[in-house]
């Protein structure tokens, strides 16, 4: 497959710093505002109740696909800071807006073929940061059996690299797939052990497609190695790297 050259400014995109701002994406504030109180200023139902982004004349926020990656771009860096003023259920709830297309099409923005590839990949490389900041933080309060709750935040940790379309619209283009396992190997590096799950589930489903047998086999066996007084982490890993998780 021929690889795709990258413009002059998608090489320049391609070095900065991993923090995007508002600023930096050329994202206007007030619409970042608007997107923020669109996805997490909500009521929490009860679990019998329905999620608001399914109520039918629920007003929608109107942003080109462009704007919206940028807007997850923004939202991905700096989720531990923006993200503060909601609770767990509210931004499991916006969350999961974001990574499913259940109810919107918010996660196929980013393939959009007007959505240029340096933007895209500044959106994944923001991606790990949801977790080091915001969600592994937030759920490291309890010790877990893996895959066996059902909160709204435990939720959209576990389950984003299963349901989330985006890596795989575009699972077939080589900077999309090094994109993927950058992602895959900040998570398994960092000290929250859901981050580390969430990445281990992931790589169960996706890890043939990033099209790296070798390496990712390497890695995982150094990861296993490295896993202490967590018998169940260890084999959820073991069964990752052989793609066998659900």
């Excluded at 259920?89 to 073929?113: F, K, Y």
């Excluded at 939720?155 to 985006?166: A, E, K, L, N, R």
């Excluded at 992602?183 to 992931?202: D, I, K």
């Amino acid at each position: 497959m021929k690889t795709k050259k990258l413009t002059a400014r998608e090489r320049r995109l391609s070095r900065e710093p991993k923090a995007p701002s508002c600023e930096s994406v050329g994202l206007d504030r007030a619409v970042y505002s608007e997107a923020l109180r669109f996805l997490f200023d909500r009521p929490v139902h009860e679990k019998s109740g329905q999620e608001w982004y399914w109520h039918l004349y629920e007003p929608e926020f109107e942003a080109t696909p462009l704007q919206w990656t940028h807007i997850q771009t923004v939202l991905f860096a700096n989720a531990g800071v923006d993200l503060a003023p909601y609770n767990d259920d509210q931004v499991g709830m916006g969350l999961n807006h974001v990574m499913s297309n259940n109810a919107g099409d918010i996660p196929h923005m980013v393939n959009d073929p007007y959505v240029p590839l340096a933007d895209a990949m500044r959106m994944m490389r923001a991606l790990p940061t949801l977790w080091s900041d915001c969600i592994g933080p937030r759920l490291d309060t309890v010790h877990r059996k893996i895959g066996s709750c059902s909160d709204r935040l435990y939720f959209v940790s576990y389950m984003w690299f299963d349901v989330w379309p985006t890596f795989w619209n575009a699972k077939h283009i080589p900077q999309w797939q090094d994109a993927m396992w950058q992602v895959f190997r900040e998570m398994l590096a960092m000290p929250w052990r859901e981050a580390q799950v969430s990445a281990l589930h992931g790589i169960g489903h996706e890890g043939e497609r990033l099209n790296r047998p070798k390496e990712l086999q390497a890695h995982m066996d150094a990861f296993i190695r490295n896993v202490k007084n967590d018998d169940e982490l260890k084999t959820y890993a073991q069964a990752a790297a052989r793609g066998m998780v659900q």
